[in-house]
């Protein structure tokens, strides 16, 4: 246990969470919370957010992300609102960096006189040292062996529930949880958009709109857009309506998925939405059909139902912990299908190899559409609300 206490900083174990819930910190007021990366790891994070805000009710709490974040967390209601933009900064937002530009966001940072700042962004080799230039009087979070420490840390090991891992963080602070999950909710300017187009799409008010999102940043993660699309097909002719969702750069993809469902009761909206409107969206849908990728989780936050495609290695970091709601197929192929490279290992320990072959390509359409279809047959649920 004196070991432990070293890594704790020193304080008692005060209760339990998902790790030892420490002794809270005294006079804490503004609470810096660290995560880069896409739209997926921001709602990783949010089931953190959530323990602090709880744990520390009288503070503010700011978020240091992405523009993506920033846009998510402006166009729906959740635990929190300030999010400051992450210089281009290696380890932590990817790009050219610009030593001028950091030291001047420090130091805007520094002049906020952040209490508590906490890292949720990796093993901290690249963020320890980031967050310590805060200049907070408190740090917490993960990290390796080689990365800088900070005054409470639990260990890092990749092949962890980010949720969870993020809610072991919060506990080095003395938060215990409150959601196991993000939770969020779209804001009613959205919401009476999109029922206006769903009005307009509709057949009536019982069709029911399956979603499907055929993206994912690693090509490795997406189903065949001709898989997707048998399964949109099926659907259209359950007399569902269909929606085809992504961002500008997925058009390609989501436009092969219509093309392969061929038929009219199957669009494309890639493109089209922001994250709110996308929000509002996912939340009145019977189901999200879709890779382990941003859509899916933000469905999952609004508390509708998914269908779930992953590579078995995703699902142990990223997976949806039940299944009532949410549906999973897996990929248990762990090793590249052309060069054999063991892809446990790809982007921890061993380089990536430079192969993009799908893993999700042995997964079954009929299997898919039948989990699809128990959601769409039955009455809609009031998820979300």
């Known amino acids: 246990m004196a070991d432990l206490r070293a890594e704790f900083g020193g304080a008692d174990v005060a209760g339990w969470g998902v790790g030892p819930v420490l002794k809270k910190f005294p006079k804490v007021s503004r609470i810096a919370v660290l995560r880069g990366g896409g739209l997926g790891d921001l709602l990783f994070a949010l089931p953190a957010v959530s323990a602090l805000v709880a744990a520390y009710p009288g503070a503010s709490v700011t978020m240091l992300g992405t523009p993506v974040h920033t846009e998510l967390l402006g166009g729906t209601l959740g635990p929190v609102r300030d999010v400051r933009v992450l210089p281009i900064v290696e380890g932590l937002r990817p790009g050219r960096q610009d030593p001028a530009a950091i030291d001047a966001f420090l130091a805007s940072m520094r002049d906020e006189e952040f209490d508590l700042a906490v890292q949720l962004h990796g093993g901290g080799r690249y963020s320890n ?26 260990p890092y090991a990749y092949y962890q529930h980010e949720p969870l891992r993020g809610l072991e963080v919060a506990g080095l602070a003395g938060a215990p949880p409150v959601d196991l999950e993000a939770r969020l909710r779209p804001q009613d300017q959205h919401l009476s958009k999109v029922k206006e187009f769903l009005d307009r799409l509709r057949d009536s008010p019982a069709t029911p709109v399956v979603a499907v999102h055929p993206g994912a940043m690693d090509p490795r993660r997406r189903w065949p857009a001709e898989r997707f699309g048998e399964v949109a097909a099926a659907c259209a002719a359950d007399g569902c309506r269909v929606v085809v969702v992504g961002t500008a750069d997925e058009r390609q993809l989501a436009d092969g998925v ?19 409107a996308l929000a509002a969206l996912l939340d009145s849908c019977a189901v999200l059909l879709g890779n382990d990728s941003g859509p899916r989780h933000l469905a999952q936050a609004l508390g509708t139902p998914t269908v779930g495609l992953y590579w078995v290695g995703n699902l142990i970091n990223a997976g949806p912990l039940g299944r009532s709601l949410h549906r999973i197929h897996l990929s248990w192929v762990t090793r590249c299908p052309q060069c054999g490279a063991d892809l446990t290992q790809v982007g921890w320990t061993a ?20 989990d699809v279809r128990w959601f769409t047959a039955r009455t809609p649920l009031a998820h979300g609300r």
């Open 258 to 276: 219509v093309t392969a469902a061929g038929s009219d009761r199957v669009i494309s909206l890639a493109g089209t939405l922001s994250l709110g």
């Open 351 to 370: 380089p990536r190899c430079e192969h993009d072959t799908s893993l999700l390509a042995g997964i079954s359409p009929a299997d898919v559409y039948a």
């Open 129 to 154: 040292p980031f967050l310590l230039r805060l200049g907070a009087r408190h740090t917490v979070g993960t990290r390796t062996a080689d990365a800088a420490p900070l005054e409470r840390s639990v």
